[in-house]
Structures are given as C-alpha cells and as structure tokens.
C-alpha cells in the first residue's frame, strides 16, 4: 500500500525501510481512525480561519528582479530554465 | 563589565539609547558567545556575522542621530524556515541545503532595524517536537544538554535560553514555539491566525503555520509582536483585527479533559500552584470543559499532512534545490523527492497523499474538517464563560536525545495540549512556571482570537509577582 501511495506523491521508499514505514503508518492510521467515533451530522467544515472574503489587488504587471531566481536554477540556457523532456515521443 | 548577552530587549535599548555599549560591541559580544557556546548547543543552522556587523554599524548611525526605536540594533536569531534576502535558508532540509533566499520575509522587513546573528535549526520543514528531525543535526538542551531543546523550533529556543541573541523568531503549527519555549523556560507566543503575515515563511500547513516571537520575558513578546504584527497584501490571510475586553474581573478557565492521564504529576504540581497564585491574587477559577480534546490530536495528524503534501509538492528539484538527476522527468522528480527529503518528511508527505486520494478524501481530511468546527466550537463557548484558559504546555519534561525517536505516536503525544489551539486559530502564550531537578516547567495561557493584550496582561500579573 505505501508503495502505491509513494508514487502518487514522487516517491520512493528503500526496500529496508518499508517494513518500519508500513508499521508506523498503520499505528498513526489506526490513530487517526478515532475520529470515526464523533458526529459530525449538521457541522459545516472549517477550512480556514481568517476574514474570509476574497482579497483582489488591481490587474496592473509588476515587473521584478528575476537575477536571484535566475542564479537557484540548476540548468538553464539563456535566461530561461532547462528541464527535462515533458513530452516524449510516443505522446 | 556586564553581560551583554544577558539582557533582554527593553534593557538592551536602554543601554545603547544610554550609550553604555555600541550596537557593534554588542553584537560581538552575541558573536563571541555564539563562537564558544554554539559547540555544545548546535541552535545556529548558518551564522550570519558579516549581515550582523554591517547592520549593527547601520544602527550606531542611527542611534548617534538620535533616530531609535525599542527594537533598533537589537541582535535576533531566525527560524532557518524564514527568508533573509541572500542568505541561506534550509528550513532544516538536505533539499535546501544550498539554497539562497531570493527575498525577505515579510516579519524581516518589520524588523529591518534589527541586527540577524544567523538561522536557527529546526525539525526538517517544521515537521517535529524535538529538533531530532533536522536533516543537519540535533539541538541541545541549554538546561540539560543531554536533551531535547523541543520542536520544531528548538533551535530558536536554545539560542534565546542560552543567550545567544536577545529574542528569536519561531513558527508554531501545533506547538512549534509554545512546546520548545516551555523546554527551554522561555517565552514563546503563538498569535492569533492571521495577525503576523506568513509571506517568506516555508510554509507546512498553510491553515495552521503562524510566526512568533520567542523571548527571555513576557514584555520583550509584546515588543516583538506589535512590530511583526499587521495585515500584508503579500498573504491574503492575515488581517489588522484587535478586540479588546475589559477585564475588571478575571476568569481563568482550567478544562478537566487536560489535567488527566498522562501528565507529569510535577508538571501538574507546578501548573496547579500557578492557578492558585491567580486565585489568591482575586482571579476566579472556573473548571471548564473541551469535550472534543480527545480527537484534537487526530484532528491535526489528518490536517497538518494533508496540508504538507500540496505545500511540498512545489520541491522537485527544478527551478531551485537539485540534489540528483534523472534519466526522464518522473524519475527526475522521483530522484529528487528520495534524496532530498528526511524520512519524518515522507511519512507525512504519504500520510496527506493517503488522506486527500480519491476514495479517502471524504472519510479522513472532510471529516477532520468538521472535527476541527467542533474544536473551535468548544472554545468560543468556553470563551463566554472565562476570559482566559490556563493548561500545561507540554504533558512531558523535556526528554532525552533519542529517547523517544522510535515511537512516532508516543512524540505526536506530546503535543496534546498545544495542537487544538492551533486548529481554532486562538493566540497562545508559553511561560516558565517552575522546574523539576533543573528542567524548565512551562504553563500555557490560551486567550480569545485577537486579544493577544489580554494574554499579556495576565501572563504579566503571574511573572510580575514572582519575580
């Protein structure tokens, strides 16, 4: 089961972790699996906390710096960034 | 020659306003301390002497034109979670490793008068109670260094108790600030959700996270957040909102759920003597109830996760923080993701992919956030009856390093009492209220959304008499 979740997210766990990983993700599953003891007939979910009402600002361009951006990114050509193939050629 | 590491912010200004010592003697003084102590404590992730020196010089010139304010020239660590502009920041991780801020957190803009010694260790992307999760290594215990300084913000925590800088910035999602201030018997406030802007902040739950201060006194903690505090249009959650209420009776709310099973009985002791100081002092004790309390933790163990693996996804190596290649774009993802983040991390990041999949979605994080209306619901209406709720702050003294490593549940434990403030989105205020064979003990002061003052006000009345 971690393993076809690993994917989804990207991941790979070792081979000699997943024994230790499959335990402590049941006992934190079983953990969380209390919540199927509340009644929660009737209540609206929080979702989040603030003043919640959409926050707009004006659809004026902002030019900024870009050099600092430029100067994390680990392959590029010119000024742009370089990555792996997206598609590939069967698609 | 006095300690200049020793003060705290208000007697840090009085001196350099005073002109007793230079902003510049002052921080190296911080620099020296850092040099000798940080060996044995390991709070600092990156020291920043050149950006301190420069800035300590800036704030002389201010000071000699007579433009000072309460915080200028005052030395501070960060969070390594908290962006500097050109400095480092690994929020605790491999994947960061060489990492450069493009940009200033907002908190650092507000406290551009300060001086910044460095970057502070924590859990890897704040995911921990203990400072054991970092992906560089452990902080100790200033009180005991064969103990945890408490997480994730523990490396915050050491610098302030061991007098490293005068304050420190942390972030608290279920405790980060309060559990690590209380292990190391300092202050630490969690404020309201949505006061201080979290632009700049590497974010974990995005409905949790809050920045605060962690300070040697209560007064340094008020400074602090109404200098950090303010809405910004750069974080569409935060807001100005004040309430205030006159307190001219003070009722102090004690929830019976959180004084059971579990709970050091020295930590109950001394948590039980500081309410009866408010009693004798003519606040009314009421016992209150929070009947949700018992899912609070699985509330926050289906939330926070679920929340971290979409703020996480954004780590894969491509526009910043390679750490491996890969012969196609998946497995360039998968190399990344593997090498780059800590175990702690992936259990989590898995957990909130699990609960947020297709199929589980409803039964876990839709249920979680029903609970959590619950949760909050419990504390508004325990708020018409008391003005403030007094808890532990952590149910455990601060452990040994490595002692609770191999039992994930029994860590996720111990952040029993913070995590349901967290999820209500209420201010929370950490102080020391005693100590056990040299171990700090911390109480807990939980006040209604945006009455920070009043958090204060009553902290202030205990520390003030005991000292």
Redesign the interface.
Known sequence: M?SK??K??????DEK?LDK?EK??S???A?????E??D?SG?????????VEN?L?DDIEERKETK??L?????KKDNY?Q????F?END | MIDLTNLTIKKAHEGLKEKKFSCVELTQSFLDKINTKDKEINAYLTITPELALKQAKNADEKIKKGEINILTGIPCAIKDNLMIKGIRCTAGSKFLDKYVAPYNATVINKLKDCVFLGKTNLDEFAMGSSCEKSAYFPTHNPHDLERVPGGSSGGSAAAVAANECVFALGSDTGGSIRQPACFCGITGLKPTYGTVSRCGLIAFASSLDQIGPMTKSIEDAELVFNAIKGKDKMDSTSCDENRNKDLKEIRIGVPKEYFGKGLDPEIEKAVKNAINFYEKNNAKIVEISLPHTDYALACYYIIAPSEASANLARFDGIRYGKVADGENLIDYYLQNKTKGFGAEVKKRIILGTYTLSAGYYDAYYKKALKVRTLIKKDFEEAFEKVDIIISPTSPCLPFKIGEMVDDPLAMYLSDIYTVSVNLAGLPAISIPCGESNGLPIGMQLIAPAFMENNLFKIAKLYDNTRN
């Not at chain 1, 953990?31 to 919540?35: E, G, I, Q």
């Not at chain 1, 209540?43 to 003043?51: G, V």
């Not at chain 1, 990555?83 to 997206?86: A, F, H, I, R, T």
């Open positions: 971690i979740i690993a989804l997210a990207n991941l790979i766990i972790d990983f402590d993700f006992s934190i599953l953990y969380v699996d209390k919540l003891e509340v929660v209540i609206e979910e929080t979702a989040n906390l603030s003043c926050v600002r600092e951006l100067d994390l990114m680990p392959d960034l990555v792996n193939e997206v590939e």
